[in-house]
């Protein structure tokens, strides 16, 4: 079944550890976000990519980086956590005209 | 700078009313707009797609309506249940990305009562 995985679902780490959060998607879409969404409030776009090879920042400034080695595969990474990076955060794909937009479940983090 | 804005912010019903969600956007050059429906601590999920060429797009108890010209669209429920309770999306394409984005309301959350 086509679908989009995140992992892990939450997260609790200290401060200054390196994390990944891992998303992958088996829809065969070119175009991947990542969104962070604090509870109650509204998304904000991190970072996307076009595709493999491609990475662009969002509308909200992040510390994370992201990369797009695999079309499948969209990890994002912080390499040193802060309890600021307190949020969730939601991956996304879809068509290259925003089609078929599907979210994952979303990995939940806290830093302590 | 696309902006989209969401009236109300929250809704409280009894199970059975029929209920509309508004949404408005300043950038009216847009090619589709979406809704999506996301349940406590979860992701979205899409419900209803309608391109800039549509007026409405129907699935279910859901009609969504499309005005490109005035900047706005609404959300019509039905019947409203319990099982509606969640938090309503609308997103359109994002100008700040040469529309390969979509920008996102706030939502609505809805509270159904049995």
């Known amino acids: 079944e086509a679908d989009i995985y995140q992992t892990p679902r939450y997260l609790v780490i200290g401060t200054g550890k390196k994390i990944t959060l891992e998303c992958s998607q088996t829809?065969?879409?070119?175009?991947m976000y990542w969104y962070q969404q604090d509870p109650g409030m509204e998304l904000h776009l991190i970072h996307y990519?076009?595709?493999?090879?491609?990475?662009e920042k969002g509308d909200l400034s992040s510390e994370s980086t992201v990369s797009r080695i695999r079309t499948e595969h969209f990890p994002l990474t912080l390499e040193s956590a802060r309890p600021s990076h307190t949020s969730q955060y939601l991956c996304?794909?879809?068509?290259?005209?925003?089609?078929?937009?599907?979210f994952g479940s979303g990995t939940r983090l806290t830093v302590v | 700078k696309q902006e989209v804005t969401q009236i109300p912010a929250a809704l409280s019903v009894p199970e059975g009313e029929n209920l509309v969600l508004n949404c408005s956007f300043t950038?009216?050059?847009?090619?589709?707009l979406q809704w999506f429906r996301q349940d406590p601590g979860k992701g979205l999920t899409s419900l209803l797609l309608?391109?800039?060429?549509?007026r409405e797009q129907t699935s279910g108890r859901l009609n969504a309506s499309l005005d490109k010209s005035s900047g706005r669209s609404t959300l019509y429920i039905a019947a409203s249940q319990p099982g509606d309770s969640a938090t309503y999306l609308c997103?359109?394409?994002?100008?700040?990305?040469?529309?390969?984005?979509?920008?996102f309301g706030k939502g609505t959350m809805l509270l159904v009562s049995p």
């Open positions: 950038d009216s050059a847009i090619y589709n």
């Open positions: 309608i391109q800039s060429s549509q």
């Open positions: 990519s076009y595709g493999v090879n491609s990475t």
């Open positions: 996304a794909s879809s068509d290259p005209s925003l089609y078929g937009y599907t």
């Open positions: 997103a359109v394409p994002s100008s700040n990305s040469g529309y390969s984005t979509l920008t």
């Open positions: 829809m065969g879409h070119d175009k």
